[in-house]
Each structure stands twice: as C-alpha cells, then as structure tokens.
C-alpha cells in the first residue's frame, strides 16, 4: 500500500547557510526510491509517495541522504496525510477568522505533555496563546511569529530537549494537508 507524506525539514535555507535547493531535495528523495515528489516554498517541506517504511524511519532514511549529499545534518519530521489533516481539523483557535501570519503550528517528533510547559504563565503573554495538540502545539500571535514573546519562551532548549520541533504558518499547514491528499 502506499502512502503520502510530507517531509518537514528544521533550519534550512534560512540567512544563506544550510542550503539545500528543491530540486536537489526531490531528486534525493526520487533516488530514495519514492514517487510523486514535489516540493512546498524553500523552508523545507516535500511531499512524496512510497510503499514502505514508517514516519520515524523514513525521518531517519532522509536525515542521513541529507547529511551525506550537503555534510551537514538536518532534522526531519515525516508525517502522513491523516495526521496532518487531524492536526489542522484540530486547531482550537479560529483559524478561518485569523490571518496565516498569526496562527502557528509546531510539530514535534514525539508526544509531549503540559508538564513540560508548566513553568510559562499564560497570562503574562496575553493576548498570545498556545495549546498542545497530537505531537503539536497551536500559536496564536496576533503581531506575528517574529514579535511573538511567547514564540521566544516557548522555543528555548530546555522546553525542546530531547525532541525535534519544527513550526509552519498556517497557510504551510493547509498547504500540507492539501499535498498530501491522495
């Protein structure tokens, strides 16, 4: 049986390191033995095809492609059409009322609970908000991502350790669910 999954890649193409090109991504993900590869924007999202593995293996099958063809590691998250449309058909926030720029969703590699954000005082940050979804967190920034003080709070090290966290704009995450649709 084959599925479709998108490849969500962490840190690349952003202030002119970690170059990875969408045409080298696809080939490199056709040479992979996957079908149907097509590329999202250049921040690092491919969609693609294939008849085996899982999401965690196939993470790990691309982060050592990419690694051995720009010698440099990359962190990869692959999730398939069904979590992905859950993910956005989960959103608590109004996501048809807002803007793209103001809704958030951070995908990470394994479950995470509340505990691991007990420490941050939602009230400090009003009007901002975040609530944990499946492997997810939704944020709502009205002034957006790059002015978002609870975005800075929420992205420190001791928050993520142990996990890959990647996050798209709202319109990527439809975007995505799109793609993948077979």
Same mark, same amino acid.
């Given at each position: 049986?084959?599925?479709?999954?998108?490849?969500?890649?962490?840190?690349?193409?952003?202030?002119?390191?970690?170059?990875?090109?969408?045409?080298?991504?696809?080939?490199?993900?056709?040479?992979?033995?996957?079908?149907?590869?097509?590329?999202?924007?250049?921040?690092?999202?491919?969609?693609?095809?294939?008849?085996?593995?899982?999401? %965690? !293996? $196939?993470? @790990?099958?691309?982060?050592?492609?990419?690694?051995? &063809?720009?010698?440099?590691?990359?962190?990869? +998250?692959?999730?398939?059409?069904?979590?992905?449309?859950?993910?956005?058909?989960?959103?608590?926030?109004?996501?048809?009322?807002?803007?793209?720029?103001?809704?958030?969703?951070?995908?990470?590699?394994?479950?995470?609970?509340?505990?691991?954000?007990?420490?941050?005082?939602?009230?400090?940050?009003?009007?901002?908000?975040?609530?944990?979804?499946?492997?997810?967190?939704?944020?709502?920034?009205? %002034? !957006? $991502?790059? @002015?978002?003080?609870?975005?800075?709070?929420?992205? &420190?090290?001791?928050?993520?350790?142990?996990? +890959?966290?990647?996050?798209?704009?709202?319109?990527?995450?439809?975007?995505?669910?799109?793609?993948?649709?077979?």
């Amino acid at each position: 049986m084959t599925t479709t999954y998108a490849a969500l890649l962490r840190g690349i193409n952003v202030g002119g390191s970690r170059k990875v090109p969408m045409a080298a991504l696809r080939t490199l993900l056709e040479g992979l033995g996957h079908d149907g590869v097509r590329t999202y924007l250049q921040s690092g999202q491919a969609v693609f095809s294939t008849g085996h593995g899982d999401e %965690d !293996g $196939l993470a @790990r099958e691309l982060t050592g492609a990419i690694e051995k &063809r720009f010698g440099f590691a990359v962190d990869v +998250i692959v999730r398939d059409h069904a979590y992905l449309e859950a993910v956005a058909e989960a959103c608590p926030f109004p996501a048809a009322d807002l803007e793209a720029k103001q809704l958030h969703v951070t995908y990470f590699s394994a479950p995470v609970d509340a505990d691991r954000f007990a420490g941050i005082d939602p009230a400090v940050y009003q009007p901002e908000e975040f609530r944990l979804g499946d492997r997810a967190l939704y944020l709502y920034a009205p %002034d !957006g $991502l790059g @002015r978002s003080k609870l975005a800075e709070q929420l992205s &420190r090290p001791r928050l993520t350790k142990g996990l +890959i966290a990647t996050t798209r704009n709202w319109n990527t995450v439809v975007k995505l669910v799109e793609m993948t649709r077979t």
